[in-house]
């Protein structure tokens, strides 16, 4: 199991910046990539930004140049950057780890999210 914490949410004005930090726990050695996506009020929850061990990143095409997804392994900790922010990307942040074994389903564990909002 693989437990979650999201933090850094909060208000801030249209073209300002958040840092979230996402914590884990459990069984951080069985974790393949971690994440975060956001849902916004009836929405879908979608991919913001994606890092595979090894480093690679993936970042929706709505917050590329903006968002800078990074980790720091002595903390077991993911991080979002967020800068340049708009009223568009108002939504509940969620952490995501998720567990690959070849030949099986992947598992994913979600972390409580986190409140961003943008104000104009």
């Known amino acids: ?25 459990g069984s951080i050695f069985s974790i393949n990539a971690m994440g975060w996506y956001r849902q916004a009020p009836g929405k879908q929850r979608e991919l913001v930004a994606a890092m595979v061990n090894g480093g690679s990143t993936n970042y929706a095409d709505s917050v590329k140049g903006r968002f800078t997804i990074s980790r720091d392994n002595a903390k077991n900790t993911v991080y979002l950057q967020m800068n340049s922010l708009k009223p568009e990307d108002t939504a509940v942040y969620y952490c995501n780890a998720r567990r690959v074994v070849e030949g099986l389903t992947p598992r994913d564990y979600w972390g409580q999210g986190t409140q961003v909002t943008v104000s104009l």
């Not at 693989?2 to 004005?13: D, I, K, P, R, W």
């Open 1 to 25: 199991q693989v437990q979650l914490v999201e933090s850094g949410g909060g208000l801030v004005q249209a073209g300002g910046s958040l840092r979230l930090s996402c914590a884990a726990s």
